[in-house]
């Protein structure tokens, strides 16, 4: 019969997935169904199979491969139907020869020696194709041919290899003893067969479904289709399983090695390499529990209902949720029922783990994805890794709900649950997309989209389907649209309520996903329940915890340069200043995060872009934090302008000061162009336009964490100075009422509210309002903050009556300033920090860098804004140049202050002059 029951673990598709836990049973049986004939009599020449109830065991494997390429309507239970009649044949008409209950592997052995040279011969005689190996009786293959199997050196050998893999899968999976075969094991096999006959004709015609070939296109396959198919493949699992599982025989243990010899019987590699067993390993520890190394036989049936599962998801993921690459309204809900059952069989292994799959197994996971070579190309281990914490105690449960430091230990049912109401939440956003476009063409008016959500909102529905309407209700009711250019650039002008015709449903799929990220993000992070609803929250704290939190991941995306200690603190500032909904107050609100993330992306995009463009040109054979080439700088300061006119049209604020800056004209002409524009006063209409390389200047000082250096320009700096101008477009088009280029006067005192909070921090103290409006025009109108000393706060004082000689407004130059001013500030107080370090710790930190205390050597990591990667050549640095170093220290004819700054400026001139740290330290 050959090895035709691997042929119907095939034909099931779970011969990649599982084919080892029911191939075994019934190739034992089959060994020899054709000869073996006559009770305890002798074979001695070969027989021909005549009868009929056993012909057509010989074209199952073409049966099986024509099934599987689906160029018929092929019945697979027709197979199961012969299989079954060539066991009961065997067992009706054979016994063993020391045993009537059963056979031994010797006596297999024997007759498979005799059975394969019968098959040799009569292959020979009526032109009949030898089987080349298991591969091939798995894959039909019919090539002409008699293979090793049949003859040659060696072949004998192969043949005992494969009784005894045979036996010990036996006793693995039916129980019993791995040197015989009894007749009760063998009805227990055509049970199984008997069993799966119904399910396996619920698979009529869908063979090239099931194989999912890689190069198979994908076809059009009906959800009721998918929800039979599932049907009859659990029903098969359910029948295998219930021989597996019975508990009145003893199973054998198998480890991951013999598993992975057997595979290799079968040609199948995938555990060939050690790296790839240790991730077998761990997965079966993650999905099961149990022994790494074992797997024991009453493990199987568990193994196979997870397998089982995976590949219905698979199915359904790959021919009913998403067609021609988008996702329908049946798609979505056949999503939501795949997440919620893929829930459940995560259930059944965390209640095998006690209630909680630990971060360690997990972790374990993740590292042998890693050396398997399998993880997603760019991300790492370490990475993912350091985020497990953040992202199970916190998006996945929730910073205000009780257990969060319990929860950040592992799995649990209720990162599940959260898991499932996001997925549904996500699909509900998808819902609304479809409902709100259903009505029109492809494009949509703002008007009628509102008035549809509104009515949509009203609805009931589950927790996740409210959060979800109540969302978009308040991104399409106040502020600026979402919506994207041609070129997937976000378009920043505020135009009337009418206008706005031309909304596209692929603008509503990217603000949902962008939509249930943010969601997940402020509500794991809100520490408070009342901040954290279906319109959640954060504070500066919270948003600074964020981002420390998932650094490492973003990092490993590209997004996220992990020298920077206070991301969080800057996008607080941004979100709260910058946006069409920016309030300024004391949080980070859902619509103002949902808005600055598509900034942000839409200015990722752009600074990729230019970074391509110029990377030709100017490129240096050094390398930055993400990997690429770092821009030098002169060449960067002549042809960035010009990459920024070709990459960011929509822009159009940022290129009108472009083409103002490339055509400014001398002195006196300058004025009067400037003059009709001022509402009052004179002087500040005096100062120039400003040039290219000035607006560079700012926008270098605005955004590099070093300020305007000549140290060449990275693409993480790129990636600040992108937002940055789509920060400074977004303002214009909040405030710039008029559309005339510059804020004047009316819409400059517009801001103020929104920058009120930073200028307190600015004042570091109480003020008043009159000093607080006084410190914001003297940003506006010097592009620097006033000094926090007693002449500074005189000077403020005069300011306060001199300030009504100027014309307060400002053009893009003057907000990049401001924002440069505050950058400045950033600096200057991360200097006074260090120098307050040095003065109070200079001892401590010398003794700690000649012993290379780590406690020490984190202090002035985080002092200098470096990476943890850094600690290594930090130590290495400061221990060579210690004794320069602290001599600064030392001198006595210099106060503490000066020898504090001096000391802090070469430190910092030491880490410059490494050719690696400078990737991994931001020294300010």
């Known amino acids: 019969m050959k090895v035709a029951m691997f042929a119907l673990a095939h034909t099931t598709n779970l011969v990649r997935k599982g084919s080892v836990v029911v191939a075994p049973l019934v190739l034992t049986s089959l060994i020899g169904c054709n000869h073996f004939f006559g009770n305890d009599k002798k074979v001695t020449d070969p027989l021909v199979m005549k009868d009929q109830s056993l012909s057509c065991v010989r074209t199952v494997g073409d049966r099986v491969s024509t099934y599987l390429k689906g160029s018929d309507d092929s019945d697979p239970a027709d197979v199961a139907d012969c299989l079954s009649r060539a066991l009961k044949k065997f067992a009706a008409d054979t016994r063993g020869r020391t045993s009537a209950t059963g056979w031994t592997r010797s006596e297999l052995a024997t007759f498979f020696e005799t059975y394969f040279k019968a098959e040799a011969a009569q292959a020979r005689s009526v032109g009949f194709s030898g089987i080349v190996n298991l591969t091939d009786a798995l894959t039909g293959s019919s090539r002409d041919r008699v293979m090793p199997f049949d003859e040659g050196l060696g072949a004998q050998d192969k043949r005992r290899a494969i009784i005894d893999e045979v036996f010990r899968w036996k006793a693995v999976l039916l129980g019993g003893s791995e040197q015989t075969l009894t007749r009760n094991e063998l009805e227990r096999a055509q049970a199984i067969l008997d069993g799966a006959r119904e399910p396996l004709s619920g698979l009529k015609g869908v063979g090239d479904v099931l194989s999912m070939r890689r190069d198979q296109k994908v076809k059009a396959v009906s959800i009721a289709d998918l929800a039979k198919i599932a049907t009859s493949i659990r029903q098969i699992v359910r029948v295998i399983n219930h021989e597996l599982g019975r508990t009145d025989v003893v199973h054998s243990s198998m480890t991951i090695q013999s598993l992975a010899l057997a595979l290799e019987q079968t040609k199948f590699n995938f555990l060939e390499t050690k790296e790839r067993r240790e991730l077998a390993e761990n997965v079966k520890v993650l999905l099961v529990g149990g022994e790494a190394q074992v797997v024991s036989g009453r493990e199987w049936t568990e193994i196979l209902t997870q397998l089982s599962e995976i590949l219905v998801a698979t199915l359904r993921l790959k021919f009913g949720v998403f067609q021609n690459e988008r996702l329908t309204l049946d798609g979505s809900d056949l999503l939501n029922i795949t997440v919620a059952e893929g829930a459940q069989s995560l259930m059944r292994s965390i209640a095998r783990h006690g209630g909680q799959i630990g971060i360690s197994t997990i972790s374990a996971v993740v590292v042998s994805l890693e050396k398997a070579n399998l993880l997603p190309m760019g991300f790492h281990a370490v990475s993912i890794n350091q985020t497990l914490g953040a992202v199970l105690g916190k998006l996945l449960s929730g910073a205000a709900l009780p257990g969060a430091a319990e929860n950040a230990l592992g799995l649990s049912a209720v990162h599940l649950k959260r898991i ?213 700088v002169d060449c960067f300061r002549e042809r960035a302008w010009s990459s920024i006119e070709k990459q960011a049209p929509h822009l159009t604020v940022v290129q009108n000061g472009i083409k103002a800056s490339r055509e400014q004209k001398p002195g006196f002409l300058n004025w009067v162009q400037r003059l009709p524009k001022a509402r009052k006063g004179l002087l500040r209409s005096l100062t120039p336009l400003p040039d290219l390389k000035g607006l560079m200047t700012t926008l270098e000082r605005a955004s590099r964490p070093i300020g305007d250096v000549d140290l060449p320009i990275e693409s993480s700096e790129l990636r600040v100075m992108m937002p940055i101008l789509h920060y400074v477009e977004s303002l214009f088009a909040r405030f710039d009422v008029d559309r005339s280029g510059l804020l004047e006067e009316q819409e400059v005192w517009g801001i103020f509210p929104l920058a009120r909070p930073f200028i307190q921090k ?134 503490v202050d000066e020898r504090a700054k001096e000391f802090v400026a070469k430190l910092k001139s030491i880490l410059y002059g490494d050719q690696e740290l400078p990737r991994y330290c931001q020294m300010f």
Request: overall charge negative; glycine content about 6%.
């Open 420 to 632: 499932t109401e996001f997925v549904e939440d996500w699909n509900e956003g998808q819902h609304i997309t479809a409902k709100l476009f259903a009505a029109g063409g492809a494009r949509e008016s703002l008007r009628r989209l509102r008035l549809e959500m509104a009515r949509l909102a009203s609805e009931p529905g589950s927790t996740a389907r409210i959060r979800a309407r109540r969302q978009m209700l308040e991104l399409l009711s106040t502020g600026r649209p979402i919506v994207f250019s041609d070129a997937d650039r976000v378009r920043l002008d505020i135009r009337p309520e009418t206008d706005y015709s031309e909304l596209q449903a692929a603008d509503f799929d990217a603000l949902n996903v962008i939509r249930v990220l943010v969601s997940m993000a402020l509500s794991g992070y809100a520490k408070e329940p009342s901040r954290a609803g279906n319109l959640p929250r954060v504070t500066e704290d919270e948003a600074q915890e964020i981002f420390l939190g998932l650094k490492a991941i973003g990092h490993d995306m590209g997004i996220v340069d992990v020298r920077s200690l206070t991301a969080g603190i800057r996008t607080f500032m941004e979100t709260n200043l910058f946006l069409s909904v920016s309030d300024g107050d004391r949080f980070i609100s859902f619509h103002e995060t949902v808005e600055w993330l598509h900034l942000v992306r839409s200015a990722g995009k752009v600074a990729d872009l230019i970074h391509g463009d110029l990377v030709s040109h100017c490129g240096t054979t050094e390398l930055d934090v993400f990997g690429k080439k770092k821009l030098q």
């Open 762 to 895: 600015i004042a570091g103290e109480e003020v008043g309002e009159t000093y607080e409006r006084a410190i914001f025009s003297w940003l506006i109108i010097k592009g620097y903050p006033p000094e926090n000393t007693i002449s500074g706060k005189a000077a403020l004082t005069a300011w306060i009556a001199a300030q009504h000689f100027y014309a307060i407004d400002a053009d893009i130059e003057d907000v990049l300033r401001v924002l440069a001013s505050f950058q400045k500030a950033s600096r200057e107080q991360k200097n006074k920090t260090a120098i307050e370090r040095v003065m109070a710790d200079s001892e401590m930190w010398e003794a700690g860098i000649r012993l290379g205390d780590p406690t020490t050597i984190a202090s002035i990591r985080d002092t200098f804004q470096c990476a943890q990667d850094a600690d290594v050549g930090l130590k290495s640095i400061l221990q060579l140049r210690r004794s320069d170093l602290f001599a600064v220290m030392r001198t006595p004819d210099k106060d």
